[in-house]
């Protein structure tokens, strides 16, 4: 009797350990297969990727791929790693969305206000809270931002001496 006891406690302890090892390996499954960034289209879908933007590009998006379609919380943190006007490694927009069964992608949008700082910005991509990984960019001054900054000089003439005024009949 006591041997069938034994037997009955060392199954059941052992199914909880292989339950739990299930349970870790499905944690360790979530990762990020690509990390991908892209002007708007024009009509509020993702253009082309590039690293590469000018500071009226809004909105930026980014698009995460997932190796896995398992529901999972996807978090990201735009930070300000060195921007015109900010302080380094600002956190500028985080945003979260939890996918669904069979859903492997997300695509978040970000903006400011007003037109970007120029400078170097990073995405930071967490899953279900753990830092998953991360993207740099950079946003350049746009044309239009350039000429306002530096403004041609208007061409100088040399002034006129002893100019005088004459009177035609």
């Known amino acids: 009797m006591k041997i ?8 059941f302890f052992s199914l909880n350990a292989f339950a739990q090892t299930e349970q870790s390996r499905n ?10 960034l892209a002007r708007d289209d024009g009509n509020g879908k993702p253009g082309d990727a590039t690293d590469k933007f000018i500071t009226t590009d809004r909105p930026i998006h980014c698009i995460i791929q997932l190796n896995s ?13 060195k921007a015109n006007g900010l302080k ?12 669904k069964e069979n859903q ?9 206000d007003g037109v970007w700082a120029a400078g170097i910005y990073r995405v930071d991509i967490f899953i ?3 830092l998953a990984g991360s993207q740099t960019f950079t946003i350049e001054d746009s044309p239009k931002e350039i000429k306002r900054e530096k403004p041609t000089a208007p061409k100088s003439f040399a002034p006129r001496k002893n100019i005088k005024k004459t009177r035609k009949n």
């Open 69 to 81: 379609d398992k529901p999972a919380t996807v978090k990201m943190n735009l930070v300000a790693v």
């Open 4 to 11: 069938v006891l034994a037997i009955s406690l060392c199954l």
């Open 128 to 130: 279900d809270g753990k």
């Open 88 to 99: 380094p490694e600002t956190k500028s927009i985080a945003i979260s969305y939890t996918t």
């Open 104 to 112: 492997n992608r997300v695509i978040f949008n970000a903006s400011p």
């Open 27 to 36: 944690i360790a499954e979530f990762v990020i297969e690509e990390i991908s």
